[in-house]
């Protein structure tokens, strides 16, 4: 008589998966008021739906915070609000047009509305009293991103210092917090985004529209393919033309390109980015590329 044994062994997405939930589970148990940062884009999206099953059946024990730069996707603010219908989760939002009107941030016309940001979501995090912020980032975006761990500290004045983070060996995480800082924890720090996108496959996972392929008006800035909107006009020179495109990563609509694609479904997705040589924020971010340090000089002054 043959004798079988169950395999018990995990897949990488179910262990990706377990990982993220036992994230979330450690924050909502230690920290007295966590919050989810969402932007709308897929990995925030990710996030929400770990952080559903994390405490399903109950519902998600903090409220999601969204900065909103006034130059949002207006496909990305649809879905996030079929999201909170659905989940019935708080919202916050910090709107850069209030931080400047109450002279919390200060527009001189030469700031992008990304760098606003930071000031936006250092106040918001200060009123509200929280004690962690969870974040979509990822290792493999970028290299700031790389070296920043799953528990990243921010002291009194919200910044972070890359030269003084905590260990986490076997996954231990050191969350304890003098009063005024907090901490950013990064769930899906160990994923890719070809993982990503295969949870949203196996999930059935609802993102904006402007991730798959469609006709838009763009034209040609720095390398990239921007949107052609009042937000974001033609400069002299720069001819827009209707194109069959797709976003990679959402973001401020005068700073997030787009690439020419084909990819109508998820599964066509997933087999364009196997193959893709290029991050997408380094493919599509114009905030990205000011400097070789770009992301680390704005995540040192408390960016996401």
Known sequence: ???????????????????????????????????????????????????????????????????????????????????????????????????????????????SRNRLQIGTLLNAIEENGFTAAFGGGRRDEEKARAKERVYSHRDEFGQWDPKNQRPELWSLFNGRLHAGEHMRIFPISNWTELDVWA????????????????????????????????????????????????????????????VESTASTVEEVIEEIAVARVTERGATRGDDKFSEAAMEDRKKEGYF
């Open 1 to 111: 008589m043959t004798e079988t044994h169950a395999d018990y062994r995990l897949s990488q997405l179910d262990q990706l998966e377990a990982e993220s939930i036992h994230i979330f589970r450690e924050v909502a148990a230690e920290f007295e008021k966590p919050v989810l940062m969402f932007s709308g884009g897929k990995d925030s999206i990710v996030m929400l739906r770990l952080a559903e099953k994390a405490f399903y059946p109950a519902k998600i024990p903090f409220p999601i915070m969204q900065v909103e730069t006034g130059l949002d996707f207006p496909e990305v603010m649809e879905t996030r609000e079929r999201w909170v219908s659905r989940l019935g989760v708080r919202l916050v939002v910090a709107s850069i047009d209030d931080a400047i009107k109450n002279g919390i941030v200060v527009d001189d016309g030469k700031t």
């Open 199 to 258: 949870y949203i496959a196996r999930e059935g996972i609802e993102i904006p529209s402007i991730y798959f392929a469609h006709q838009r008006r763009v034209f040609e800035r720095d390398g990239m393919l921007m949107t052609e909107t009042p937000l974001n006009p033609c400069r002299e020179g720069e001819v827009a033309e209707e194109r069959t495109v797709r976003f990679r990563t959402c973001g401020d609509i005068s700073l997030t390109g787009c």
